[in-house]
């Protein structure tokens, strides 16, 4: 971990000053361990090592704390004026907020990073529940988190939330017991052939919700990206998505498959993408998941939004795109990705892959004997 190389840093500045305290990292908490004189009641008589718990989680934030607390310390045993009662209580930036307290400057600090649908979901309802007039403790957060099952979506969601709040307000915690065993369902769909999808795409009257179709199979996009591209790559052959799911990590290119959808389906004229508004990500998905009912009502096409993003996955599979390139493109992780998309590899694709791979002029060889 990159906080505990900064520990040792810390010590090693310590020592070669020749203070005789030094930083300790105990799960998420830091402490100062020093030889100190006995604690007020002690049965001891002599100075002995011990440690200081400081209040404060491990952080550069933390940390830069820590090393101002060492010296304080350092230099009280040297002057011989060290005094427990500055130590046995010793202040901190977390311990004692209260709940009001901490959620607002949270709030203040993390609702302009995340998107206005994500904030809804995942955020709003667990800062909600942190009683106002109560200390936030690790002990209360636990017991918000507890409330879900181990094995449900919502654990991880507030585990998630309520981790990152005490972390900011420098409160130690220690969740690993409460990771749970949540996994993302991946249901089953029957995704349509590259022919279905050409047929149904020429089929649709209407011209702006023919082109998002075209981007959506071309390109494996989620429905509200198709109105984050920059244009100028578009005319080049490849979809530069500006803003998307994960748009906070940066934009992403993602290449055609099939490239010639780009060119028969005239995809590199963004114009007549239509222009869509919304407060957030999901209204602009909602605008297009009902065109895309409407289609279907009407007998034009057969399948959703997110199947013509399935397909292009797979496709990626039958070109022999490296999964970590395709799970690059859709924006993903890599985990997410082969978790999503094992279970479509079917004999068939499997087959043609090995096909493929077989019938490459630089294929290994066996020996000859």
Not at 324 to 349: C, F, K, P
């Amino acid at each position: 971990m990159d906080i505990d190389r900064n520990i040792k840093q810390a010590n090693d500045a310590l020592k070669a000053a020749r203070q005789r305290v030094r930083i300790r990292r105990k799960r998420y908490a830091l402490f100062l361990r020093a030889t100190l004189p006995p604690k007020p009641g002690s049965d001891r008589a002599d100075s002995y090592r011990q440690e200081v718990s400081l209040g404060v989680s491990a952080t550069p934030k933390g940390l830069k704390r820590a090393i101002a607390e060492a010296h304080k310390m350092a230099a009280q045993l040297d002057l011989k004026e060290f005094d427990w009662g500055t130590w046995i209580d010793c202040p901190s930036h977390g311990v004692g907020v209260l709940g009001a307290t901490a959620v607002e400057k949270f709030i203040h600090y993390k609702q302009p990073l995340v998107k206005g649908s994500t904030w809804e979901k995942v955020y709003k309802y667990p800062l909600r529940a942190i009683p106002q007039d109560e200390p936030l403790t690790e002990e209360l957060a636990r017991g918000l988190i507890e409330n879900y099952s181990a094995a449900s979506r919502m654990r991880q969601h507030w585990l998630s939330v309520l981790s990152q709040l005490l972390a900011f307000n420098e409160i130690p915690f220690d969740f690993k017991d409460l990771k749970g065993t949540y996994r993302r369902p991946v249901g089953f769909r029957k995704l349509p052939t590259d022919e279905a999808i050409a047929t149904m795409r020429n089929g649709i009257k209407n011209p702006g919700h023919q082109y998002i179709f075209g981007l959506l199979a071309t390109f494996g996009l989620r429905d509200h990206e198709a109105f984050f591209l920059d244009p100028e790559f578009l005319k080049k052959g490849t979809a530069f998505v500006l803003d998307g799911k994960t748009g906070n990590k940066g934009p992403r290119q993602v290449w055609p498959y099939h490239p010639e959808w780009w060119e028969e389906w005239e995809l590199w004229d963004y114009d007549r993408c239509p222009q869509y508004s919304g407060p957030h990500n999901a209204a602009l998905g909602q605008r297009v998941a009902q065109f895309f009912y409407r289609l279907k009502k009407a007998g034009t096409i057969s399948c959703d939004a997110y199947d013509l993003r399935h397909a292009w996955a797979i496709r990626t599979i039958r070109y022999g795109l490296p999964v970590e390139l395709a799970a690059r493109q859709m924006g993903h992780s890599l985990e997410i990705h082969t978790e999503t998309y094992h279970h479509w590899i079917n004999t068939d694709v499997q087959q043609q892959i090995h096909e493929t791979l077989i019938n490459r002029s630089d294929r290994p060889r066996p020996p000859v004997v």
